[in-house]
């Protein structure tokens, strides 16, 4: 989806480093939300926030932070990469509780 | 721990059949759910959403919702090769999305 846009698209890196990925959104949507997802897997919520000021832990935050510098964008970082990292991450938005839109991913790995 | 239970699959239908995946929910207050389509390595795309019980249609799509069971499910009539794909069942929960872990669906020529 156009409307939501992840930067990078793919990021190999090493263990210990500082890593970020970036979602901007053009919806105007209030909620942002990422996630993480593993081969065979569902997906897994790291973090939500419903507005600028509004940030909230989801099932997997340990390793994970987040900051919501405007309405439009959300951005994870992996503070020190560990290899169990290794996944594709997507960002979404939703205005209030209408359905999620996905941005195209994020696939990330950690050497 | 509230979850959301569906069939790995894979589920093969022959081109032309109807396709019908599953999901069942453990939280009874969930009040929206919703179908997405994922092909391997893209990003969940929307194909339906529910909030009342019976069924919805839309085009060779449609979900059904019955809470008193709870459990909510897809149908594809007329499946396509490129219908091929996981299918991921979500339900609202107190603003989140909970997800069930996909069902992979391949449709043989």
């Known amino acids: 989806d156009a409307d939501v846009t992840q930067t990078p698209r793919n990021r190999i890196t090493k263990t210990g480093k500082r890593i970020m990925l970036e979602c901007s959104q053009t919806k105007g949507h209030d909620r942002m939300y990422w996630y993480r997802q593993d081969p065979g897997l569902g997906l897994r919520l790291i973090y939500y926030?419903?507005?600028?000021?509004?940030?909230n832990k989801g099932e997997i935050s340990d390793g994970y932070s987040v900051s919501r510098q405007a309405q439009a964008k959300f951005s994870l970082s992996l503070e020190s990469a560990i290899p169990n990292q290794t996944a594709l991450y997507f960002c979404?938005?939703?205005?209030?509780?209408?359905?999620?839109?996905f941005g195209d991913g994020t696939r990330l790995s950690i050497l | 721990q509230k979850e959301v239970e569906q069939n790995s699959g894979p589920l093969s239908v022959p081109e032309g059949a109807i396709a019908s995946l599953n999901c069942t929910y453990s939280d009874r207050g969930s009040q929206s759910f919703f179908w997405y389509r994922q092909y391997s390595g893209k990003s969940p795309e929307l194909i339906m959403f529910?909030?009342s019980n019976g069924d919805k249609e839309d085009g060779r799509f449609t979900a059904q919702l019955n809470k008193a069971s709870q459990y909510v499910s897809l149908l594809i009539r007329d499946s396509q090769p490129s219908d091929s794909a996981t299918y991921l069942c979500?339900?609202?929960?107190?603003?989140?999305?909970?997800w069930g872990a996909g069902t992979k669906l391949i449709i043989k020529p």
């Open positions: 529910i909030y």
């Open positions: 979500a339900v609202n929960n107190n603003y989140q999305l909970i």
């Open positions: 979404a938005t939703a205005d209030g509780n209408q359905p999620q839109h």
């Open positions: 926030s419903f507005d600028v000021k509004d940030i």
